[in-house]
C-alpha cells in the first residue's frame, strides 16, 4: 500500500482556469444530479495520476492498450489517462451524463494534455454496460460512485467489466476514506444498510482480484484507490 501526494508531469502545469472551469461545470451537475457523479468537486490531479497506474507501467511498453475509462465526468481522470498514454495507444470515454460528455469531447479538441490523443479517443454518452461486449480492453478505469448504488447494480458493473477485460488486464477504481464511518453517525439506517452490502460485494471482488491498494489524500474527500488484475486462466467474469 501506499500513499499519493501529488502528482508530475504535465498535470501539474493545467492552467488555473481550466481548473475553475471544470469545478463550475461539475459543481452545478453535482447539485442536480449527486446519485451519479458521488461528489461535489471533480477529481483531483492525484487521483488521476493513481489512477492511470497501470496505463503508465505496463507489462510490454512496446504493446499497445485498449482502454476504457467508465464515469469520464469532466476529464479530470481522463486528463491523467491522456498524460500516461503512448503512441498506439486508444480509448474509450463513457459518461452517461450528456453535458459531461460534450465536455469531454471539448476537451479532447482544446486541452493541452487531452488533444494529443484526440485521434486514438472516442467518447460515448451512455452508460457503461451500453458499450455492448464486441469490444475487450487491456486497463480499465472506473470513477463510477459505487457507494451511492446498490449491491446489486454494482456486481452487475463489476461483471460487465471482467467480461470486456480482456485475461491479464487490469481494472482501477477509487473510493473515498472514511465513508462508512460518516454514514453510521449520520445516514438514515436504510442507507447506512445499502452501502454496507455494497462494500461487502466491493470487498468480496478485491479478497478475489485485488492487486494493491494506494490512499490519496490530496483530493477532496481522500480516496483509496483499488487496482485488480483479471487472471489469465479467467475468459470471463465468474
Known amino acids: 500500500m501506499s500513499e499519493t501526494q501529488s502528482p508530475t508531469?504535465?498535470?501539474?502545469?493545467?492552467?488555473l482556469e481550466e481548473r475553475l472551469r471544470d469545478t463550475r461545470l461539475f459543481f452545478s451537475q453535482a447539485l442536480r444530479t449527486f446519485h451519479a457523479t458521488g461528489?461535489?468537486?471533480?477529481?483531483?490531479?492525484?487521483?488521476?495520476?493513481?489512477?492511470a497506474e497501470h496505463i503508465r507501467h505496463r507489462p510490454d511498453p512496446d504493446e499497445p492498450l485498449r482502454i476504457l475509462e467508465a464515469g469520464a465526468g469532466t476529464g479530470a481522470i481522463s486528463r491523467g489517462i491522456a498524460a500516461a498514454m503512448r503512441p498506439g495507444d486508444t480509448v474509450d470515454f463513457v459518461e452517461a451524463n450528456p453535458?459531461?460528455?460534450?465536455?469531454?469531447?471539448?476537451?479532447?479538441?482544446?486541452?493541452?494534455?487531452?488533444?494529443?490523443?484526440?485521434?486514438?479517443?472516442?467518447?460515448?454518452?451512455?452508460?457503461?454496460?451500453?458499450?455492448?461486449?464486441?469490444?475487450?480492453?487491456?486497463?480499465?478505469?472506473?470513477?463510477?460512485?459505487?457507494?451511492?448504488?446498490?449491491?446489486?447494480?454494482?456486481?452487475?458493473?463489476?461483471?460487465?467489466?471482467f467480461t470486456v477485460l480482456r485475461p491479464g488486464g487490469t481494472l482501477s477504481f477509487y473510493g473515498y476514506l472514511y465513508t462508512k464511518e460518516v454514514k453510521a453517525v449520520i445516514?438514515?439506517?436504510?442507507?447506512y444498510l445499502r452501502q454496507a452490502?455494497?462494500?461487502?460485494?466491493?470487498?468480496?471482488?478485491?479478497?478475489?482480484?485485488?492487486?494493491g491498494s494506494e490512499k490519496v489524500f490530496a483530493n477532496i474527500p481522500p480516496a483509496w484507490v483499488h487496482h485488480l488484475r483479471k487472471p489469465e486462466w479467467e475468459s470471463s467474469s465468474s
Open 9 to 15: 508531469g504535465p498535470l501539474a502545469a493545467l492552467r
Open 39 to 51: 461528489s461535489i468537486v471533480p477529481s483531483s490531479s492525484a487521483l488521476a495520476h493513481a489512477m
Open 99 to 161: 453535458e459531461f460528455a460534450a465536455y469531454v469531447e471539448h476537451l479532447l479538441e482544446t486541452d493541452p494534455v487531452m488533444s494529443p490523443i484526440a485521434d486514438s479517443a472516442e467518447v460515448h454518452a451512455c452508460l457503461v454496460d451500453e458499450m455492448g461486449t464486441d469490444r475487450t480492453y487491456d486497463v480499465i478505469v472506473s470513477g463510477l460512485p459505487f457507494a451511492n448504488f446498490t449491491a446489486d447494480t454494482v456486481r452487475g458493473i463489476l461483471d460487465y467489466y
Open 187 to 191: 445516514a438514515r439506517r436504510e442507507d
Open 197 to 211: 452490502r455494497t462494500s461487502w460485494v466491493v470487498q468480496d471482488w478485491l479478497d478475489r482480484y485485488g492487486i
